[in-house]
C-alpha cells in the first residue's frame, strides 16, 4: 500500500514527520534510485526506499518505543551535539541509543530539567509538538521576587512578547523563600513557544532561577496518590510509558 514517504520515514523512527520532510529537501532520499520530492508516495513492500544510502527493509522497521526521562541540569534535547556536550540520548543504555530511531519530543532548555518524552513514533511525535493539540505541560518554577497579584494575573491572561502574546496559563504560588528573595510557582501552559516561561518571567520583572517540567499532560514524574508501586523518577532515569499512558497522548 502506497504512503506518502514523510509518513514511512517517520514510522521506521527515521525522524518526525517534520523533519522527514526536510530530509527528503535536502535529497536524501531515493526511491527506487530516483530523487523524491515531499508529498511523494512508496510501497515499503515493493518499492527500494533508500535513506542515505540505506534501503529500508520492512521488516527491520523498529518496535514503537515511548519513554519518559527525567532530564538532568545541562544535557541537551538533542539526538546529537556538534559541542559535543551531553544529550538526552546519551542517558540511555547502548540497545536503546542504536538503531531505535528514539528522538525527544519537544524540548527543555539545556539549563532546565524535568518531564520529557522519547519516542519513535513519528506520527505521535508530529500530533504531540502541532500547536492544535495544546497539550497541557506543568512546571514548577522558582522565581527572583515576590510576583504580585497584578504581575500574577498578567502572566495568567498572556503575556505579549516579541514571538506574540502567549496563550492564557495557569499560575499558583506554592511557596515563598523570604530569605532567598524568591517564589515557587506552578505555571501550566499549553503552548511551546521557545523559553516561553523564561521570556515572561524576565518581561514582568521576576527572572526565573530554576524551572523543573513535572508533567507533561497526565503523565508525571511522581504519580498523583495513591501510586506507592510507581516512584519518582530520579535525574538521568527514565521508564517505558504504560499502554494507558500511551492510549492517552494518541487519543487527544
Known sequence: M????QKILSQWGIASRR?????ILDGRVRVNG???SVGDKADPQRDRIEVDGTVLHPQQRPQLLYLLLNKPLGVVCTCSDPAGRQTVLDLLPQQLRQGQGLHPVGRLDVDSTGALILTN???LTFRLTHPRHELPK????WVKGFPTPAALQKWRQGVRLSV???QPARVEVLKKDRKKGQTLLRVTIREGKNRQIRRIGDRLGYPVVRLHRTAIGNIRLTPPPPSPQKPYLPPGAYRFLSDG???AL???
Not at 523533519?19 to 530530509?23: M, R
Open 250 to 252: 494518541k487519543h487527544r
Open 245 to 247: 499512558e500511551v492510549a
Open 121 to 123: 513514533d513519528g506520527d
Open 164 to 166: 506574540g502574546k502567549t
Open 34 to 36: 530516483k530523487p523524491v
Open 2 to 5: 502506497q504512503e506518502r514517504l
Open 19 to 23: 523533519h522527514a520532510e526536510q530530509t
Open 138 to 141: 506543568t512546571y514548577s518554577v
